[in-house]
T-cell receptor, first 111, second 115 residues
Framework: DAKTTQPTSMDCAEGRAANLPCNHS???????VYWYRQIHSQGPQYIIH???NNETNEMASLIITEDRKSSTLILPHATLRDTAVYYC????????????FGTGTRLQVTL | NAGVTQTPKFRVLKTGQSMTLLCAQD?????MYWYRQDPGMGLRLIHY???????AKGEVPDGYNVSRLKKQNFLLGLESAAPSQTSVYFC??????????????FGEGSRLTVL
């Protein structure tokens, strides 16, 4: 699976949009981009995934560049409950979804 | 639906003792996984299973054994616990085959301390 690079930490004011970047310059054509988050010490929670088109669900939006070498997860109106570690993962579902979690980005949402 | 349930949630062992962590899922998922997470680090895959009766090694399998005798259960065993196995263990499951989307459902974790 392709390797990803994320900033170690980010801050965001409550109510503002949180934009979390991820670089995956070695991504292959059949690899998806996944985003998960882990709040405190809980189990990771799936957020969204995409192949090449932008995706949106009730939690977030995923913007993937045209060359697929980077992506951005957008939380449109961050709240204190969005404070968590966010993981960007690239994987081919054909590999039994053996997702590799790096150290992610620690997002701190403040008042 | 309970989702993914891990038992026990906390356990303290002495070096050399054995124990089994149980993961149960009620979503009829084919694939199940065991991860470990050490402080300040990401999750690392220990073992996984793509169906009842099958298991495979992940990134860090040494010192652990697993069994998938029933589709809904995935057991992780430590035969002789070592302090290096002090960690938080997470179980996850997802659909297999054509229904697989890569969306893993995780349990709440089992915190294991080996003295």
């Amino acid at each position: 699976d392709a390797k990803t690079t994320q900033p170690t930490s980010m801050d965001c004011a409550e109510g503002r949009a949180a934009n979390l970047p991820c670089n995956h310059s070695t991504i292959s054509g059949n690899e998806y981009v996944y985003w998960y988050r882990q709040i405190h010490s809980q189990g990771p929670q799936y957020i969204i995934h995409g192949l090449k088109n932008n995706e949106t669900n009730e939690m977030a939006s995923l913007i993937i560049t045209e060359d697929r070498k980077s992506s951005t997860l957008i939380l449109p109106h961050a709240t204190l409950r969005d404070t968590a570690v966010y993981y960007c993962i690239v994987s081919n579902t054909g590999t039994a979804s053996k997702l590799t979690f790096g150290t992610g980005t620690r997002l701190q949402v403040t008042l | 639906n309970a989702g993914v349930t891990q038992t026990p949630k906390f356990r303290v062992l002495k070096t050399g003792q054995s124990m089994t962590l149980l993961c149960a899922q009620d979503m009829n998922h084919e694939y199940m996984y065991w991860y470990r997470q050490d402080p300040g680090m990401g999750l690392r895959l220990i073992h996984y299973s793509v169906g009842e009766g099958t298991t495979a090694k992940g990134e860090v399998p040494d010192g652990y054994n697993v069994s998938r005798l029933k589709k809904q259960n995935f057991l992780l065993g430590l035969e002789s616990a070592a302090p290096s196995q002090t960690s938080v263990y997470f179980c996850a499951s997802t659909d297999g085959g054509d229904r697989n989307t890569g969306e893993l459902f995780f349990g709440e974790g089992s915190r294991l301390t080996v003295l």
